[in-house]
Every structure is written in C-alpha cells, then in structure tokens.
T-cell receptor, first 111, second 117 residues
C-alpha cells in the first residue's frame, strides 16, 4: 500500500528565504507526482506536475524535483513571500485514477 | 486545464439532515472524483463517478451515506446523508486533465466546508 509522507509538518521562515519541502513515497511505481497548495478552508490549487519520466519541473519561483528510485520529491520555493503562506500537499498518482496524498506541510512566511 | 465550479462553498447543518454538493466542469470529463478532508487531515477519496453508471466507492464509504449522481459528462453531485458532527469536513470534487495522451494532473474544485451541529 502506497504511503506518502511530508516533512516537516510545519515550517515558519522569514520573508525572502529560500526553502525546501520534502515528500517521500514507499512505492516507486508511480505515474506522476503533483504538488498542490491549499489555503485555509479552501480547495486545492495545482502548482506543478512531474511525470514519472521527468526529473524536475519549474514554474516561476517554484521548482519541483522527482527521484523515483529513491521515492522522493522536493519542492523548492525561492525568495519566499508572505503570500506563499499555505499548506503544501504532494500527491502520487499510481494509475487507475487513484491519488495518494501526504499530510501536508503548513508553511508560514513571516514579514 | 479544466475549471470546476463547486457549490456551496460552506454550510452549517443540523444533525440528521442531508446536504447536496454540486460540481460543474467547463469541459466534458469521463470521471469525476469526490474527496473528504477531515479537520487537520489530508484528503481521502470517497468515490469515483462515471457518467451512466453507479459510482465506485472506496473502502469505508457507502452509497447510503454518500449517494452520488452523474447525469452527464460535466456535472456531478455528492449528498452527505443523515449527518452527524463527525461528517464535519471539507468535501472536494476533482477531475483529471488529459493532455497529449498523458495525464496532465488533477484539478480540484474550491471545496465545500461543512459544519454539522
């Protein structure tokens, strides 16, 4: 059974810092991995999707990497801003339209 | 990517009543997915809804409690029946965005925040 773990559970950093969020998964037979952002009480906003054959994806200040063999993905946020404060979720797609989510990292950027 | 309109955004309901949540997608999709996010928890898949057939429920979820309708390729509803405080959660619908024969990831609705009192 696939298990997805995100570390740390919560992170608080001053504005302007670069930071890394971690996601690990137990079964490397994945179709793709997706990072989402969730604001309190709201739905999910897709940030980046990495196909299983890819190593990384970039969008603006965000960069996500995938090491399928070791079961790890990282989300790198450059030059953090208070507006980046949210919960970040990673989810692996094992095919058959089944997403398995991590518990999320609650990020706070302090002005 | 697909755009999903989910209603209501939030509601406060009395125990024993039912609430129906609607999701409208701006394009035709084969499958729609319903998730539950309990307070402080991550997302759990409730069921997968195909147009023209009964929904497929995940372990721990039953049709009597969470009936789903899928009348066409752009619309679905999830009903939370005979609610109790334990049903207080965020409910989300989702669709897959296919692109060039590959998965383009999943898009989610804005969520329905349900509080049962």
């Amino acid at each position: 059974k696939q298990e997805v773990t995100q570390i740390p559970a919560a992170l608080s950093v001053p504005e302007g810092e670069n930071l890394v969020l971690n996601c690990s998964f137990t079964d490397s037979a994945i179709y793709n991995l997706q990072w989402f952002r969730q604001d309190p009480g709201k739905g999910l906003t897709s940030l980046l999707l990495i196909q299983s054959s890819q190593r990384e994806q970039t969008s603006g200040r965000l960069n996500a990497s995938l090491d399928k063999s070791s079961g790890r993905s990282t989300l790198y946020i450059a030059a953090s801003q208070p507006g980046d404060s949210a919960t970040y979720l990673c989810a692996v797609d094992q095919g058959a339209q089944k997403l398995v989510f991590g518990q999320g990292t609650r990020l706070t950027i302090n002005p | 990517s697909a755009v999903i309109s989910q209603k209501p955004s939030r509601d406060i309901c009395q125990r024993g009543t039912s609430l129906t949540i609607q999701c409208q997608v701006d394009s035709q999709v084969t499958m729609m997915f319903w998730y539950r996010q309990q307070p402080g928890q991550s997302l759990t898949l409730i069921a997968t809804a195909n147009q023209g057939s009964e929904a497929t429920y995940e372990s721990g979820f039953v049709i009597d409690k969470f009936p789903i309708s899928r009348p066409n390729l752009t619309f679905s509803t999830l009903t939370v029946s005979n609610m109790s405080p334990e049903d207080s959660s965020i409910y989300l619908c989702s669709v897959e965005d296919p692109f060039s024969g590959k998965s383009y990831g999943y898009t989610f609705g804005s969520g329905t925040r349900l509080t049962v009192v």
